[in-house]
């Protein structure tokens, strides 16, 4: 699997109690539905997920959208949830009940996707199958308010 170039119509379980919010999206940047995404921390715009550093998850986006420079243009999104996901090769079913990480805006993995300068935790995996890895989506923050 790769980045998402279309939206993704993904599979979700246990939304009762599926939080939802929304963020203005950075200039130019194109986030699909079923995106992984994440606040830049520096502009403070959502954008599709990356592993890179100054990232921090929200969940999915629940709409297709590209962000204008004024930073009128927002885009829903959910967590507090489980969605099916794919997985890069190394995450195996021993990782089950461990934070997975963004490998990209379509993916997760685990520690194998870089230095932990650049890991965005994006929930716990719940179950392991051949079609994908059950995630509960979750947010983080390794930051406290000074």
Known sequence: ??????DAARLRRNIEHMRKGSISVATGAE???GSLLCINETTERGLAATAATGR????ISLSNTTGNTA???SVPYGWAHEELLPFEATLTAA?????VLVENDNEVGNTSVGT???????G??????????WV???RFSNKSIP
């Open 1 to 6: 699997m790769a980045a998402l170039t279309a």
């Open 31 to 33: 986030v699909f539905q």
């Open 56 to 59: 921090t998850f929200l969940g």
């Open 71 to 73: 930073g009128t243009v």
């Open 95 to 99: 990782f089950t009940g461990t934070n």
């Open 116 to 122: 932990a300068a650049v890991r965005v935790e994006v």
């Open 124 to 133: 716990m995996l719940t179950e392991h199958t051949s079609a994908g890895v």
């Open 136 to 138: 509960e989506i979750r």
